[in-house]
Each structure stands twice: as structure tokens, then as C-alpha cells.
């Protein structure tokens, strides 16, 4: 089996390469998947993506470690698995980033990354409901459309953002993000958008491009350095694919640097610890992988409608037979229907928090079944948060069986959950969302005061608001519970675990100096004269 390129993934980033590489009818595509083809109803249904997350074929059930920070439990990692990856099982909510993260790449020495210059490309991607305009695209694949229904609770939430200082945004994806307003979906009328359906689907007829479901790669093939195919294998069958020009892996944020690790590329200490003969050594592979955590709450509301009581009985079956009629209802529903951007941090030059918002709440606060009695939930996390920099296994388990390659290589079944420093005074935050909330509903009790816990959460912040101190992190946790030691940075590398920043205050991304923060008239590090519209919380 032979093409011109040979894409692993068929997810957010695979599907676009695909059709993107195959509009060149000289050129010979193969794309493999380790999933199946998007047949479940639930992927296509907007509400449906509750099923989903944890689904046992749809998924690839991740989990993470447990950690005492999260009293010993393992949270879900959902990563989807199937035409569509990851963009078929998620909330649909469509979010650019702010054009000040793109232009801090820049800055970095990426050539091309700053916000002007992808801009173009978010245009030429997106069909926006609201047409197109400086900012926004009117002709490409994938669909953004708006909420479908202006719950009563979602309007008072709004209300309530602006009291705090947030300005509301018809269009929170605008060349300024920031403030509050409704999330905007990947949605073509009734149902969802996911890149299979956007940008595989119209490309699925053409001669030159093979998609391969329920190939699950095994490793790639070298002639020397150079990657020249794939071996994969469908049941029971291995094969070989070669790559006349590229191989491409798409595979996310895990199961790209898996593949690799077991194909012998990575650091050569984890590879020899799992019998993996080293063909390159990368010590990168594997490490570093930083996300976000999200803390949810929910509180019980009264007087008005929310979808956990119109997801139940007759209620049910009207909202069934209402989007079955005209496509809208709880069912047409994103995972948020109201996003704010928050700047909690004074010496934070743009937002630095983000919350969702939905009119309705989990039972127990596990994904999957609303709660019987009518509710709202609320979730914020940190825009940018700072972790301690992975061991080199930090992505788990690379095979099944540590020295055989001949076994089916699996991808991790536990993600680490390292700790990570507050950037936020936590009684701050609380303060800044009880105006619009009624009571905390815990089915637990109440819960005595952690008064030590709160103790090192003040000493922390108070470390993290010295503009001349590093950003000290503990180091990664090792196996018999203790910490390694931060390793030492090299001549001209900054220290590992620091902020990256100018030699004078070592400032993380978007973050201000102290004088130059406090002076008069001056403008911020992107370039804003200071009190401009940058989501900044005021104190209720």
C-alpha cells in the first residue's frame, strides 16, 4: 500500500489536512483511524455530547492519576476516537484566543504566528452566521452559528457580569475577546459540525483520497532518519503503508507523542525502561503537556426554567419532538451557553480567567445526567496555567507490554495530575460569582475550613505577586511520593519552571512590570493604554 501522504488521526486536525492535500488531484492520500466511521446518532444531536465523553468506543477513556489534590480521585480525559476526533464528542463551543497570545508567539521568534497573520486562515475556515467581516469569515467549511434559545437565567447571568465590570459582547469571538456573552457553536442547523462532517465529507468522493477506519497505528517506519510509512493494523491484520513524500502524525496531543515513543523516538531512559530500542533520541517526546482545570459548581435556582427539569418525562418528549420540528430546544444546546473573560490578576495585562456558564447542573457533579431539581452550573479555570515540567514517562504507559513490540502498542490509561500553583486569591473569585447564584448545592455537607490549606493559598499568591522572584514550581512528582529536584537550565536557556519574560522582573505571558504597570500614561506590554477593555473583574 503506497500514497503520496499517509495521515495518522482522523481528528480536528487530520480531517482538514485531508481535504486540504486531496484538492491536488495528482496527489495520493491515505488517511487512518484508529476509531470508526460517525454513525452514532449522539455525535450529531448538539445535546448528545453528555453521552459521549466517557463513551466506551467513541473515546479513548483516558483518566488521570489520582492526586491529593483531588481527594484521591482520577478525573476523565475525554479524547475522541472516530471520524471527527476529539471535535465529535466536545460542547461545540467555537473559541478564538486573543490576538495577544497569537503575537506572544511571535514575539517567541514563530515567524507567521502572529495574529495578523493567522487571521486570514480563521476566515478562509469559518461560514459565521453573522456574515463576514474584517474579522470574521462568510465562506468556509465550518459552520458557527449562535445559540439557538436566550434562556431567561442566561440574561440575568449577563447582567450580572456586567455589574462586576465585564462588558457585554454580541460577538465574543471579536478581534478584542474579552467580557461576557453567548458562546458561539459549531453547528449547521440542527446539528453538529465536527471537522468529519466540515471537511471530510465533501472530500470523502474523491479518487485520491483512502480512509482507512479501525487502523490503529503501530509504529512508524524509518530509512534512517527519515520517516517513510506506517505500520498498522486492522483486526487481525497488520500492514504497511509507505509515504512517497510525508508522513503526517495528527493524532493529538497523546497519541502523537506515543506513536513516536513506541516507534523509538523520545528521551532514551523512558524508552529503554519500556524495551523500546532508541532510533532517535528526542528527550522532548512526551513531556510538557499543560491543560486546563476547570473547577465547576453548581446552585439550585427557583422561579425560573432550567434543562434539568424540561430533560425529564413529557417535558423530554416535547423538547424530542420540538428540535425534531424545528431544530432547536435543550437538544440544539452547547456544553456553555454564556462565556466570560475575566482579568483577576492586577499585573495581568488581558483576561487571564475564563468561566462557562449553563442553565442547568449534573447530578452528584458527574458528567452525563442532569440533576432532578432546577439548577445552573458555573465553571472557571486559569487562561494560561503553569505546571511543573513532566518527567519524560509522563504520558503514561507507552505499551502493553514493556519490551514487546510485537503487542498492539496502547496508549496511555492514566494522565499525570500535577499540582499546580494558584494565580488566584480563591476567596476572591468566590466573592466575584455569589452575586448571581443563589446557594452552593454539595450533596457531601458542608465541609469544615481547610485553615493551613487556605494559609499556603495566601503565601503562594503573595510569592506570585513579586515582580523580581521567578515562578517557583515544585518539581515533578516521583514515584514514592517525593519531588525531584528542578533541573539546572543551560547557558542562555531560561530556568526551567520560571516565567518567560524580560531579564529586568521575569514576567510570565501578558504580565506586567511594576513600574511599568503603576506609571502615568503609559501603555501595557500589548501596546493598550492602560483602563482600555481588556475583561478586567471588579470587586462587587
Known sequence: MEADYVIVGAGSAGCVLANRLSEDPSVRVALLEAGGRDRNPYIHIPAGFMKLLDHPTI??????????????????????????????????????SQPEDFDHWAQLGNRGWAYDDILPFFKRSESWVGGEDAVRGGGGPLRVSRQVETPVLCEALIEAGTQVGLERRDDIN??????????QMTRRGRFRQST???????????????VLVHAQARKLLFEGKRATGVEFQQ??????????????LASGAVGSPHL???????????????GVTVHHALPGVGQNLNDHYLARISRAVTGTPTANERSKGLALVREVLRYAISGDGILAFSASLVHAYAKVLEESATADMQCAFAPGSFKNGQLGQLDDEPGISGGGWQMRPLV?????????????????????????????????????????????????????????????????????????????????????????????????????????????????????????????????????????????????????????
Open 260 to 274: 513516536l515513543q513506541v516507534s523509538g523516538v523520545g528521551a532514551p531512559d523512558h524508552l529503554g525502561d519500556i
Open 196 to 210: 468529519a462532517r466540515a471537511y471530510l465529507a465533501p472530500a470523502s468522493k474523491r479518487p485520491n483520497l483512502q
Open 388 to 540: 511543573a515540567r513532566h518527567p519524560a514517562g509522563a504520558l503514561g504507559r507507552p505499551l502493553r507490554g514493556a519490551g514487546d513490540q510485537a503487542a498492539l502498542p496502547q496508549p496511555p490509561d492514566r494522565l499525570p495530575c500535577h499540582r499546580r500553583r494558584p494565580q488566584a486569591d480563591p476567596e476572591h473569585l468566590r466573592r466575584a460569582g455569589a452575586g448571581a447564584l443563589s446557594r452552593r448545592r454539595d450533596p457531601a455537607g458542608p465541609r469544615p475550613p481547610d485553615r493551613r490549606r487556605a494559609a499556603r493559598l495566601r503565601a503562594a499568591q503573595r510569592l506570585d505577586r513579586l515582580p523580581h522572584l521567578g515562578h517557583v514550581q515544585d518539581g515533578p512528582r516521583l514515584a514514592g511520593g517525593g519531588r525531584r529536584a528542578p533541573a539546572r537550565a543551560r547557558p542562555g536557556e531560561p530556568a526551567r519552571g520560571r516565567r518567560l519574560g524580560d531579564a529586568r522582573c521575569h514576567l510570565d505571558q501578558h504580565q506586567l512590570c511594576r513600574d511599568h504597570d503603576r506609571g502615568k500614561g503609559v501603555r501595557d506590554d500589548q501596546g493598550r493604554r492602560q483602563g482600555s477593555p481588556g475583561g478586567g473583574l471588579a470587586e462587587p
Open 174 to 183: 471579536s478581534r478584542h475577546p474579552g467580557g461576557i456573552g453567548y458562546v
Open 59 to 96: 473515546t479513548w477513556r483516558y483518566r488521570t492519576e489520582p492526586d491529593a489534590d483531588t481527594a484521591g480521585r482520577t478525573m476523565i480525559y475525554p479524547r475522541g476516537r472516530g471520524l471527527g476526533g476529539s471535535s465529535s464528542i466536545n460542547g461545540l463551543a467555537y473559541v478564538r
Open 235 to 248: 483486526g487481525a491484520t497488520v500492514q504497511h503503508i509507505t509515504a512517497r513524500r510525508a508522513v503526517i
